[in-house]
T-cell receptor, first 111, second 111 residues
Framework: GEDVEQSLFLSVREGDSSVINCTYT??????LYWYKQEPGAGLQLLTY?????DMKQDQRLTVLLNKKDKHLSLRIADTQTGDSAIYFC???????????FGTGTRLLVSP | DSGVTQTPKHLITATGQRVTLRCSPR?????VYWYQQSLDQGLQFLIQ???????AKGNILERFSAQQFPDLHSELNLSSLELGDSALYFC??????????FGPGTRLTVL
């Protein structure tokens, strides 16, 4: 079945690294995504990873995928106050492009 | 700016009414998706259209319908509105890649 889980809240200090975790249940997931949602705004695509990859790095963002454990993480290096937002992971299943979203993790960055 | 536009930004209406939400995809994108974001259900996929044809259906109520026009814009029609239909409605579009780009959303309030 389709189920994506995330912890609800993460608080870090400016300059620290943030790690947001996600677990998914469907082994037929092809692509996994991270989106950012700021208050009152839409969803901004941050990065995505194909299921045959273990890691993807894009500037301050590092995505790690453990397919065996169905675990995805997003690491934000040198976290800034502007990174405060809700972060959603999502999976796309084979044959479909619809996205199944997690519950979202609210990241709070304090100065 | 994702390139996906949605109108209106806000919509306030009464129970039992019917509304139409409009979405223009990014230039060249053939696929349009509709999602609903509510506090109790989170982000849920409603329906996908590809080049005018319905491609996939999610948790879309029978009171809701959508279509995609020859110019590729899409409309989501919500009828017999109930209080529980109050939510943010997002449209997303994608082209040949698996990236989905989201619009800013329409906030629907049913009183």
């Amino acid at each position: 079945g389709e189920d994506v889980e995330q912890s609800l809240f993460l608080s870090v200090r400016e300059g620290d690294s943030s790690v947001i975790n996600c677990t998914y249940t469907d082994s037929s997931s092809t692509y996994l995504y991270w989106y950012k949602q700021e208050p009152g705004a839409g969803l901004q695509l941050l990065t995505y990873i194909f299921s045959n990859m273990d890691m993807k790095q894009d500037q301050r963002l590092t995505v790690l995928l453990n397919k065996k454990d169905k675990h995805l993480s997003l690491r934000i290096a040198d976290t800034q106050t502007g990174d405060s937002a809700i972060y959603f992971c999502a999976e796309a299943l084979t044959g479909f492009q619809k996205l199944v979203f997690g519950t979202g993790t609210r990241l709070l960055v304090s100065p | 700016d994702s390139g996906v536009t949605q109108t209106p930004k806000h919509l306030i209406t009464a129970t039992g009414q019917r509304v139409t939400l409009r979405c223009s995809p990014r230039s060249g994108d053939l696929s349009v998706y509709w999602y609903q974001q509510s506090l109790d259900q989170g982000l849920q996929f409603l329906i996908q259209y590809y080049n005018g044809e319905e491609r996939a259906k999610g948790n879309i109520l029978e009171r809701f319908s959508a279509q995609q026009f020859p110019d590729l814009h899409s409309e989501l029609n919500l009828s017999s509105l109930e209080l529980g239909d109050s939510a943010l409605y997002f449209c997303a579009s994608s082209g040949t890649s698996y990236e989905q780009f989201f619009g800013p959303g329409t906030r629907l309030t049913v009183l």
